[in-house]
């Protein structure tokens, strides 16, 4: 992923953003890919709140997108079961992030 974000990040000349679930069948490399992330200067990152696995199914795993929201310096924008604007209000102050 680490390659990959650096030949993006070096080829694109338009605002770089990457959306992201919190792992594939665990959330534990998560903070594996916060310095990659940060490392990259992204323009903003979306995290979705679950695995690949959990797909829809689970409670989502907000702690994860306010961890990327106080780790990185670019725009965090939460993501999962947002479904109105009381919940969407509710999760921006839950998660420290910036959307």
Same mark, same amino acid.
Do not use: W
């Given at each position: %992923?680490?390659?990959? &974000?650096?030949? &993006? ?6 605002? #770089?953003?990457v959306?992201? +679930?919190? @792992? #594939?069948?665990?959330?534990?490399? #998560?903070?594996?890919?916060? !310095?990659?992330f940060a490392?990259?200067a992204?323009? &903003?990152?979306t995290?979705?709140? +679950?695995?690949?696995? =959990? %797909?829809? *199914?689970? =409670? ?6 306010? *961890? ?6 670019? !725009?965090?924008?939460?993501? @999962?079961?947002i479904?109105?604007?009381?919940r ?8 420290? *992030?910036?959307?």
């Amino acid at each position: %992923m680490d390659a990959i &974000l650096g030949a &993006l990040r070096d080829a694109v000349q338009i605002k #770089f953003t990457v959306k992201t +679930r919190i @792992g #594939f069948d665990s959330p534990a490399v #998560f903070a594996e890919l916060l !310095p990659i992330f940060a490392r990259h200067a992204l323009d &903003l990152l979306t995290v979705h709140g +679950r695995t690949v696995l =959990e %797909m829809y *199914r689970s =409670e989502v795993h907000y702690e994860y997108i306010a *961890r990327a929201a106080a780790a990185l310096a670019c !725009p965090v924008v939460a993501n @999962g079961n947002i479904y109105s604007a009381n919940r969407a209000a509710e999760v921006l102050h839950r998660t420290g *992030r910036r959307g």
